[in-house]
C-alpha cells in the first residue's frame, strides 16, 4: 500500500509536553485529523544518539502503544560554544526550565561566541509502528546573556533571532510558527500529511 492509498482519521501526538502538543494543533489545525494526546501511561524512553533517531523511537512505539497514526518530535538547543550542548538532552539539562536556562547561561558565563540553533526531527508512523514520513527543521539564533520575554516554553527566553530582534519568548505564536525549527518541520511535512488526511 502506498501513502496516497492511506487515509488518516486520527492522530496521536506522542509528547507529555503540553506546550508542544498545543503547538502541534495549531501548526496541523485544518488538516481534517482528529488530534489525539499521548495517553500518559505510555513512556518511552529516549535512547537515540541523534534528534531523529529519538524522533522515531517515540513515534514508533506510541504508534504500536495505540494502534493509531503517530507524531513524535525530538527537539533541542544546541550551543556551538558548549560543542552542541545540551543538544538531545535539552529536556533533562535541569528539572524545569529555569533550571536549564541558568545551566545554559552559567556554562556561557561572558563568552562573546552565542551562536545557537534549535533543532526539530519530526517522525510519523503508521499503526505497525514502520516510519512513513519525516523531516527536520532548524532554526539559527543566538543565547542572551539574560532571559526577555513571557512567551512560549522550555529556552525560548533566551534563544534570541537578530532578524526579528526578538527572542522565541517575545514572539507572538504566528510569528513564532512561521520561522521556529518546529515550523520549518512541519512545512516539509504539511503537503505530505494534507495527502494523507480523510477530507
Not at 502538543?21 to 488538516?31: I, M, P, Q
Not at 535512547?47 to 503517530?70: C, R
Not at 534570541?160 to 530582534?165: C, L
Request: hydrophobic share 40%; aromatic share 8%; charged share 25%.
Amino acid at each position: 500500500m502506498t501513502l496516497k492509498e492511506v487515509k488518516i482519521k486520527n492522530l496521536v501526538i506522542a509528547s507529555g509536553n503540553r506546550g508542544k502538543v498545543e503547538e502541534f494543533k495549531d501548526y496541523l489545525n485544518g488538516l481534517g485529523f482528529s488530534l489525539l494526546p499521548k495517553p500518559d501511561e505510555i513512556e518511552v524512553e529516549e535512547t537515540g544518539a541523534t534528534f531523529i533517531e529519538n524522533a522515531y523511537l517515540k513515534a514508533s512505539q506510541v504508534a504500536i502503544a495505540t494502534q493509531e497514526w503517530a507524531l513524535a518530535d525530538d527537539s533541542g538547543l544546541e550551543v556551538a560554544a558548549l560543542n552542541g550542548a545540551p543538544g538531545v538532552f535539552s529536556a533533562r539539562y535541569g528539572k524545569n526550565d529555569r533550571e536549564r536556562i541558568a545551566r545554559i547561561l552559567a556554562e556561557l558565563g561572558d563568552r562573546t561566541q552565542r551562536e545557537a540553533q534549535f533543532v526539530c526531527a519530526i517522525a510519523i508512523a503508521s499503526p505497525d509502528g514502520k516510519i512513513a514520513i519525516d523531516a527536520v527543521g532548524i532554526c539559527k539564533g543566538e543565547i542572551l546573556y539574560a532571559p526577555a520575554g513571557d512567551r512560549g516554553f522550555g529556552y525560548d527566553p533566551i534563544f534570541y533571532v537578530a532578524q526579528y530582534n526578538l527572542t522565541f519568548a517575545q514572539m507572538s505564536p504566528q510569528l513564532k510558527a512561521e520561522i521556529s525549527h518546529r515550523g520549518k518541520a512541519l512545512e516539509i511535512l504539511r503537503p505530505k500529511l494534507k495527502d494523507l488526511a480523510i477530507s
